[in-house]
């Protein structure tokens, strides 16, 4: 026996370590993340810099820099955005605080109406706005005939508008979870210095509740800076970004792919920025909160509490309308595109006679789509839980990339890095199938590294000590224990994956088309009865989706 | 039925060694306990043996084998867990026979030995019930039956007691050890808890600091410290600071000095120079009257009454404190604070060490040491 006093090299040590079964599940998701994720990110940057002859320049973004038409587009995607998240702001904080501190009825109906109108795709509320406020909608129709005349939903106040709606749940629903867990003797400590109840708002609570309420406002803000259809539908003349960067890329005239990606590198950019600024600002005001007391829920006396139930109930139902609106509408009789008075089932038995494809192809994709990333979303998970190093830490921030990549920008970034050799893939339904996952793969690797800390590691030990391999354990007790908190995340990515338009719109081609690209479609044709009835399949299987999860989970708080 | 040898194992964490140079050999069927404040490394020197963690240095083998390199579900251990790690979508049977399923035992084979094992800790009547409600001793006999049922070369406890309630973890500790001795399995076992390490275990190693500090049966660690941390550590201890001089190179002996009152000793190894003598609150002598030349004269600052035992806080003149402790003192013969007494530190039963309190340059009984291989 003698004594070594060398430390054994790094592959020595690492040797047991590595090379087992979750050694190779790490190296096959980051082949993927390469293939997937970097590499076209780096194809998306490396055709930004070389003009129409292959040339290496500048010239696009000095083009980007200078042409005003480019510049608007920049400027409007800021403004849009920062008006939803602000007008979201101000509804949203009311709004939660209104439902976690009185007893304001129908909470419940109220929080999956909310939901509800979170998970549609924005592009479908922006569709139904048109129905009711466009140039021919029934409400313009309708005011006109008493003789009132209102600007129509079409332009930049349109998008705000839609946005807004839209996107408030977010705000709500970070800002509800922030006030139920507050330390009320916070408030209470303020109260017993004399601040008077809106003082106390203003100085302790709010402040209290920034850190979570700036992350809902990023969410808005990403969401509306990203978004492609609803500026599509109904901004008109209005363009922003993601549309313009679309438009570059998918011209009649051949398109000009330099262009589109240097638009890409652009959103990128500025959604980069933004992510960090709101890191930035919160690692500066974020307090340690032990809530130990949380807030109690304060009785009103029937009259206000009416008031605020009525308020609340009419914010949610003006955010519902698009939906109620659209399945109306599926339903109404029409001739051809043009509707009549009275009801039938016209519009249904035209798209099943029409685009029966559109379905099936939504539903296989999606379905197959939620499978790998149920499955490649728990083995991630476990990788960075259980398994942390350099190496996982570094997978970890590139799966941060799918959050400041748009739609569209994934979508162009995967066609120039897979329309020519070594890999093609432009044209099938794989690459779909692909930017689906890399686009909704974050939620289902959230909810599911959120389970695993919860979980007791010395199980999966136990198991292994008792003869049973790492891999096989993992399926037999680990995989098995996570489900349930999996779920949760799972159906957030399958309900996102249904609705999928921005990166779908740019990856499709006839065959592959799905539901909401055919939506889209038909909107731009004018058929507004089969669109509607489209958008009802869509919102029929998010509603049963989200109806089962909240059951399933035992009707526990959703989170979104 | 397995022994296992450790030689020169270190374990890093980052920069800082969670096990430190570990060399000695644990004898088949031993009941082997790893000692030591939380930090110390037990754990990890037991995830090691595990196979959870491998050590950068040093080899390990269960009998002859090597296993370094074989991975923990072909090593062949049953580990108890200090949260029970019970699975809990598996009914009580099903935990149990979870270890045989994987070795592809029969159906009926299966049957019999999950029985016997859930009949051996006590829980045989409960075998369909879900794990999950059930008490926190209950589900650590689940754990316990499930380590043993596959009939394990090595058993393996993590602090397998300290989430149960004081009364039950007296008796669980007891069934532990019988049902040790009866499987005749050699056992690892863990724990922060000395009362528990000297209760149960054949061996004890102390460690502290990634180090093995010493290895001895439980008396021989008690009584016979091989330095200040396990003196402390174990039981209580009283440190005064002595000297030591005119060292006689020929009968091994010097004086030890104590205020002003000297003794001759013989030293295990030669040393001069201040020392650190440990005495055990229960071999110091007090008395209101001086007995003889080497007590030293103090004064009684607290007196605790604990049942069982007098325990006296006193003062002596230079103003180190002591603690002593006196058994079964009828209550009318008790002494008070603020009396002068004179103390017997007993020299002859107490550990000396050198001016660190690394070494140890007196111990009382040096014969019966069978520790084993020493590290430190």
Redesign the interface.
């Known amino acids: 026996?003698?004594?070594?006093t060398i430390?054994?090299p790094v592959w020595k040590?690492l040797?047991?370590?590595v090379w087992?079964f979750w050694g190779w599940v790490t190296l096959l998701v980051y082949v993927f993340l390469a293939l997937f994720i970097v590499y076209p990110l780096f194809s998306l940057m490396a055709t930004s810099f070389y003009d129409e002859n292959g040339v290496f320049s500048f010239q696009n973004y000095i083009d980007f820099a200078t042409l005003k038409y480019f510049r608007n587009a920049l400027w409007h995607s800021f403004a849009v955005s920062g008006l939803a998240t602000f007008f979201a702001i101000l509804i949203g904080v009311p709004m939660a605080y209104v439902t976690t501190r009185y007893n304001v009825r129908f909470k419940g109906l109220m929080h999956i109406m909310i939901i509800m109108s979170l998970v549609s795709p924005p592009f479908i509320g922006a569709y139904s706005w048109i129905l009711m406020l466009g140039n021919n909608g029934f409400i313009t129709n309708f005011l006109r005939d008493i003789g009132i005349h209102i600007k129509s939903i079409y332009g930049m106040h349109g998008i705000v508008f839609v946005f807004t709606l839209q996107l408030y749940p977010h705000i709500y629903l970070y800002v509800s979870g922030a006030l139920k867990t507050i330390d009320t003797s916070l408030e209470e400590a303020a109260e017993s210095l004399g601040m008077s109840a809106w003082k106390r708002l203003r100085t302790v609570t709010l402040p209290l509740i920034f850190p979570t309420l700036s992350a809902g406002a990023l969410m808005v803000f990403m969401a509306s800076f990203a978004d492609f259809g609803t500026p599509m539908l109904i901004g008109q003349g209005y363009k922003t970004l993601p549309i313009l960067a679309y438009e570059q890329f998918i011209s009649e005239m051949g398109g000009n792919a330099a262009m589109a990606s240097t638009l890409s590198v652009v959103l990128i950019l500025c959604t980069t920025m933004i992510l960090f600024a709101q890191r930035y600002i919160v690692s500066r005001k974020n307090y340690a909160m032990s809530g130990m007391r949380t807030p109690k829920v304060k009785q009103l006396r029937p009259l206000p509490k009416f008031l605020l139930t009525l308020g609340a109930l009419a914010v949610v139902s003006v955010s519902i309308i698009p939906q109620a609106t659209v399945i109306v509408t599926s339903f109404i009789k029409k001739k051809g595109p043009v509707f009549h008075k009275g009801f039938s089932l016209d519009s249904y038995r035209e798209i099943l006679f029409r685009v029966p494809k559109a379905i099936i192809n939504t539903y296989t994709y999606s379905i197959l789509s939620i499978v790998i990333m149920v499955v490649v979303g728990m083995l991630v998970a476990y990788i960075l839980v259980r398994r942390k190093s350099k190496l996982t830490a570094a997978m970890d921030s590139i799966l941060m990339l799918p959050y400041v990549m748009p739609g569209t920008v994934l979508g162009i970034s995967l066609i120039i890095a897979f329309n020519k050799p070594p890999i093609v893939l432009t044209g099938t339904w794989i690459i779909l199938v692909i930017a689906y996952i890399v686009r909704k793969i974050p939620y289902t690797i959230r909810s599911s590294t959120a389970i695993l800390h919860q979980l007791?590691r010395?199980?999966e030990?136990?198991?292994?000590?008792?003869?049973?391999?790492?891999a096989k354990?993992f399926f037999k007790?680990t995989a098995?224990?996570m489900v349930p908190g999996v779920a949760s995340g799972a159906i957030l990515s399958w309900v996102t994956t249904i609705n999928e338009l921005s990166s779908t719109i740019v990856l499709y081609f006839g065959a592959t088309a799905t539901i909401s690209v055919t939506i889209y479609s038909e909107v731009f044709t004018s058929n507004y009865g089969t669109g509607a009835a489209l958008a009802s399949i869509l919102s029929l299987t998010t509603l049963v989706s989200l109806l089962i999860a909240y059951f399933v989970s035992g009707r526990k708080e959703m989170n979104v | 039925m397995q022994s296992v040898t450790f030689e020169h194992v270190t374990k890093y964490f980052g920069q800082s060694k969670a096990v430190n140079d570990a060399h000695f050999k644990i004898e088949e069927g031993e009941f082997f306990t790893l000692l030591g404040p939380s930090g110390c490394g037990k754990t990890t020197l037991l995830r090691t043996i595990a196979g959870f963690y491998k050590q950068e240095e040093g080899n390990l083998y269960f009998g002859d084998r090597l296993m370094n390199d074989v991975p923990t579900h072909n090593r062949d251990i049953g580990m108890v867990f200090q949260n029970y790690a019970i699975f809990p979508h598996m009914t009580v049977f099903e935990n149990v026979a979870y270890g045989l399923r994987a070795r592809k035992v029969s159906k009926k084979e299966i049957e019999e030995r999950v029985m016997e094992a859930l009949e051996m800790v006590e829980l045989g009547h409960l075998r369909d019930r879900a794990p999950s409600n059930m008490s926190g001793g209950q589900q650590q006999r689940i754990a316990l039956a499930r380590a043993i049922v596959i009939r394990p070369s090595l058993l393996l406890m993590d602090e397998p007691l300290s989430n149960l309630d004081a009364k039950l973890r007296i008796k669980m500790r007891s069934d532990i050890r019988k049902l040790q001795k009866d499987l005749n399995i050699t056992t690892i076992y863990v724990t922060h808890d000395q009362e528990e390490a000297l209760a149960v275990s054949d061996r004890i190693a102390v460690l502290s600091e990634g180090r093995v500090q010493q290895i001895g049966l439980p008396h021989e660690i008690y009584s016979y410290p091989s330095n200040r941390f396990v003196a402390n550590f174990i039981g209580t201890s009283n440190f005064v600071r002595g000297t030591s001089g005119q060292y006689n190179a020929a009968t091994g002996s010097a004086k030890i000095g104590v205020q002003g009152m000297s003794k001759t000793m013989k030293l295990t190894s030669a040393f001069e120079g201040e020392v650190l003598i440990s005495v055990r609150p229960e071999n110091i002598g007090v008395s209101v009257q001086r007995g003889h030349e080497e007590e030293l004269a103090g004064e009684i600052e607290t007196v605790t009454f604990l049942g069982e035992k007098v325990s006296y806080g006193i003062r002596l003149v230079d103003g180190q404190k002591l603690e002593a402790s006196v058994h079964s003192v009828e209550p009318r013969r008790m002494l008070r604070e603020k009396m002068s007494v004179f103390v017997d530190l007993r020299l002859d039963r107490a550990v000396i060490f050198d001016e660190t309190g690394k070494e140890a340059v007196y111990r009382a009984s040096q014969d019966d040491s069978s520790a084993g291989l020493e590290t430190a």
Do not use: F, Y
Request: proline content about 7%.
């Open positions: 026996m003698q004594a070594k430390q054994a040590r040797s047991l370590q087992d007791d010395n199980v030990e136990a198991s292994i000590s008792l003869g049973v391999p790492p354990t007790t098995r224990l």
